[in-house]
């Protein structure tokens, strides 16, 4: 039954409703919401025009959902036609639908899990077609998984 406490055998006892807030005696939540941490998009912006810095950028970048074009078989699209091959990604499926046409296949994975999954000498490309495009060569993924073992492991 709501509000009873029903482990407790034979005995029931009332058990009052949940505060709102612990420790909050009953007061409300506020009503504005929590700052959250900027898009992989807005950090992409910032990040090109030199408003944050490449540790933060990294960090945003390993949390956030990362759009891969796919095809029929498993794994990373690379494009071979540039200086070294890179993999186009895009920081919204509305940015992967611009470059690759509403009908085309993709998955979705963390950056973290591409700095973790990209074949070596491979570099990427995100939002190809967007205005604040970013290339990742190779050695920028290197610095990248270097980086991001010195985090996780000291």
């Known amino acids: 039954m709501y509000g009873y406490d029903q482990s407790a055998g034979t005995q029931q006892g009332y058990v009052p409703p949940q505060q709102t807030m612990p420790g909050g005696y009953g007061q409300q939540a ?59 990604m895009f920081t919204s499926l509305k940015e992967l639908r611009r470059y690759a046409g509403k009908e ?15 074949p070596t000498g491979y570099g990427f490309v995100l939002d190809m077609e967007g205005e604040h495009r970013m290339v990742f060569d190779a050695k920028a993924v290197e610095q990248m998984v270097e980086f991001a073992m010195r985090r996780m492991y000291g």
């Open 104 to 118: 085309s296949k993709y998955f979705v994975i963390t950056g973290a899990e591409v700095i973790d999954l990209l």
């Open 30 to 88: 506020p009503a504005y919401p929590e700052p959250s941490a900027p898009s992989l998009a807005d950090a992409v912006r910032a990040f090109t025009t030199g408003q944050m810095a490449a540790e933060d950028f990294q960090q945003i970048f390993a949390t956030s959902k990362v759009y891969c074009p796919r095809g029929d078989n498993p794994g990373f699209l690379a494009l071979h036609n540039t200086q070294q091959p890179v993999i186009p």
